[in-house]
């Protein structure tokens, strides 16, 4: 980095504004300029971004001794650099046309990052002189594919800064354990990835350089085994990847073959379709660049427009437009020599002035092209939507279908609501929605299992929730992400554009959304987190908003995405100040989520051996990133739907290498199909969750334990026998739902302790996610059969 200023700010200094705009840069005196004098304090000086036009106008700066930072990109109109200037400098580089525009960062920052240097000292110092207190979170062991041994450990220590280490030892092994940290905060300490082992430890030690150290037992991750299904159940009955038509006549096929306990919905939105706008492009620099698109899709006539630049045999001809029927003959315009004259700019504009052209087509220039290059002569060129799937997928807008399977689909029961492939390029996840439909439809029948969750539910079945971006990333661009709506402007509107349109469907909804600040999304139209131009733009978001509203019965819901073995649940989003999260669930929600998992997770083992990690299970915002304006969030914040996320394709452990290998979105589908089978039955597991809250009657048992007691003081919680909400009063009042409600005591963490400073009588009840209160207690009553116990401080007991 240059540390050079006296030649730039010399003219400056000394008021000479007649000297040209680049004058010889050699110093000409030793002088310090009096912005930059020897001095402890910043003078305003900043790092700032500024705007050349090409590299010649960089390579000007650098002769003028700007100090510049080793950052280049290109931008709209140029080349953005970035230099340390004092506003002195800024102003001259303005005086001189430079274009210097904002501040990146100045002594504000400074002065930030040295308040937290000393913040961070501060702890570091507190932290050596105390011990720090451990809190484990989670010590597990599991079994994975080939039967292979793994142990997982998570523990928060008092001591967050990053000098802390905490180390893991048990019989015959010792690992260091990782800061994880997210959004700039401490969250816990944990293995990158879960370490293979041998022998399962029946405990570990935890221990910190800072003095702490800790003893937990290690517990079996996922349980037994699942009991094996009746000798006449089905499954297998996917055997290739599917594109979205091939999915949607499956499942109407089905409804047909079964309709006693299926139906097909139709959904009110219709995609935009597996379409384009037909196009082509001329130029070769991007001066001289333009495009034409056409009005019509090219499946309805656009891709039979034609277009031809034509050289006249005559100079001085003036710039014509001609149409015959689809077919656009621009006459390029000749000077006196006979040579073309006519700019992008000026064909753009003739072709958008000619009314018959015009009714075909629309003229752009190229993305930052400032359309003064001269075009060259071009034979008819056919526009193209570009689009390569086959006759068989139509390209009209879409009809979403889901497919409804129960017994009594009156709204009467329990509903639960499956879908596959909001990202398009996630192929295992509609052939895994399918196979859920077949085994429920097939097994009814003759399975007595499958006939219960088919009797007790209401199940709703979306295998392509984003059948256009489907279509596209099977047939054209395998990648894509988004649905195919193209909502950037003319700018980013060329042919070479076309793998950046689209929404991305998991972040256009309303709860925690990008424009309400939260992260993990962007407004960028190219990006493959882009939301949309506004929430709910897309019809595909839409369905599942009507379908959820329109069946209120439906209580559970399941979005199953790829890759990476995930098993996550609400929230699913933070503002990256402060990690300012949406509001957590409640404690008995949150176990109630955490019970089902090992349900849930134990049926996707049972396929062929997959263990989904205990450190990628959890609310999404713990174990993954910030996704604004997810479903998943959508459902259970506006509706109260209980809602998980799968990403299926489990990381892969090679004993050998000692390494774990991702699967990726498009794996063979050898081990697509495997995958789809294993989370098939994650889906199934998913059905019994619900219909075991649908006939849960039993009611929740708790109990108070005092966990301290001094003289001053005494601390104590509750504990329940299944997942459940405990409501409390410390004031000898009746206990109702408006009560205070034992919360959590940090992520991923038990019950709070609460800490009371006299004798206390508490009073509480519990009250399960099924609405059973514990003793029958009616807490808008009147009644007197809530729980009671008086917590002693002092010597008293």
Known sequence: ?????????????????????????????????????PSTEQNGVALMRIVVPDQTGLDRLAALDVDLAEYTKPVDGGIEVHAVLSPQEAQSLRDQGFDVRDVISDQSDFAENQAERRQALASAQAAVQE???????????FTSLDDQRFLSVEVKTSATDAQTVLTVTWDGGTATMSRFTDA????????????????????????????????????????APRKAPSKHYVQDFVDHYMDPTEVTDRIVALSREFPKISQIIDLPYKTNGYRRLAQAQFGTTTAGMFYVSSKAYGSEGGNDVSIALVKPDTAAAPLSVAVNGKDVVVNLATNASGAISSTARQVVDALNADAAASALLTASLYRTGTGTGVVAAASATRLTDNLKAPASVSREPFQVKALRIGKQRDGSKTGVFLYCQEHAREWVTPITCVETAERLLRNYAKD???????????IFIMPTANPDGGHYSLYDFNMQRRNMTNHCAANFGDPAARNSWGVDLNRNFTVGSVRDGYNGASTNCTSDTYAGPAELSEPEARNQVWLTEQYPNIKFAMNTHSYGGYFMWPPGAYKTAGRETLPRTDLGTENFFWNASGHIL???????????????????IDVLYSAAGNSA????????????????????????????????????????HEEA????????????????????????????????????????????????????????????????????????????PITIDKTTEVHWFSMDLAGNAEKNYKPEGNGKNYNKATVNVGGGR
Do not use: C
């Open 131 to 141: 011990a720090d207190t451990l809190t484990p979170l989670r010590a597990e062991w």
């Open 602 to 620: 134990s049926a996707v083992q049972g396929w062929r051996g997959t263990a989904i990690w205990p450190g990628r299970t959890g609310p999404v």
């Open 184 to 223: 700039g905060q401490y969250m816990y300490h944990r293995f990158n990835s879960p370490l293979p082992v041998d022998t399962a430890p029946a405990e570990v030690t935890v221990t910190s350089n800072r003095g702490g150290s800790i003893t937990v037992p290690v517990t079996k991750w996922l349980g």
């Open 677 to 752: 089978m294993e989370f098939a039955n994650g889906q199934i597991a998913i059905l019994e969750v619900a219909r075991a809250y649908a006939h849960d009657k039993n009611r929740p048992e708790s109990r108070l334990e005092v966990t301290g007691r001094t003289d001053t003081s005494a601390t104590f919680t509750f504990t329940v026998d299944e997942p459940a909400n405990i409501y409390y009063t410390l004031d000898g009042s009746r206990p109702t739902l408006n009560s205070p409600k034992l919360t959590a005591a940090g992520m991923r963490e038990g019950a709070q």
């Open 1 to 37: 980095m240059r540390r050079l200023a006296t030649a730039l700010t010399l003219p400056l200094v000394i008021g000479l504004t007649s000297l040209p705009a680049f004058a010889d840069p050699s110093p000409q005196t030793t002088e310090i300029a009096p912005d930059r004098l």
């Open 448 to 458: 007595a299992s499958t006939k219960k969750l088919v009797d007790d539910l209401d």
């Open 633 to 672: 969030d959508e459902h259970w914040y506006n509706r109260g739907i209980i809602g998980w996320d799968f990403e299926v394709g489990a990381d892969i452990y090679d004993p050998q290498t000692k390494r774990y290998t991702a699967v990726g979105f498009q794996p063979p589908f050898s081990e697509g």
